[in-house]
């Protein structure tokens, strides 16, 4: 069983920028992120392998970047040039060596026009 604590949400202007953390209480074998906005589905927002092999949504590309610290279990989302259509719950999921999967908490990220 695998635990995920989740941090970095908040409330941000247009434009502007947040990171999300994410912590696994233990290895991982995939490690990602999704959102969900109110009244809409949950979707997959970028993920990154134990080996480092990313893959992001294409509405995010060139604007949010995800990374790991696999010796932390640990990881990131780095997220710039924010916009209003961003604005959602974030939840990091995390697939274990036995492929079973898990979720974070959520965290709210809030973008202002």
């Known amino acids: 069983q695998v635990q995920l604590v989740e941090s970095g949400g908040g409330l941000v202007q247009a434009g502007g920028s947040l990171r999300l953390s994410c912590v696994a209480s233990?290895?991982?074998?995939?490690m990602g992120w999704y959102r969900q906005a109110p009244g809409k589905q949950r979707e997959l927002v970028a993920s990154i392998s134990n080996s480092g092999s990313t893959n992001y949504a294409d509405s995010v590309k060139g604007r949010f970047t995800i990374s790991r610290d696999n010796a932390e279990n640990t990881v990131y989302l780095q997220m710039n040039r924010l916009k209003p259509e961003d604005t959602a719950v974030y939840y990091c999921?995390?697939?274990?060596?036995?492929?079973?999967?898990?979720w974070g908490q959520g965290a709210q990220v809030t973008v202002s026009s």
């Open positions: 233990g290895s991982t074998l995939i």
């Open positions: 999921n995390a697939q274990d060596w036995g492929f079973r999967y898990y």
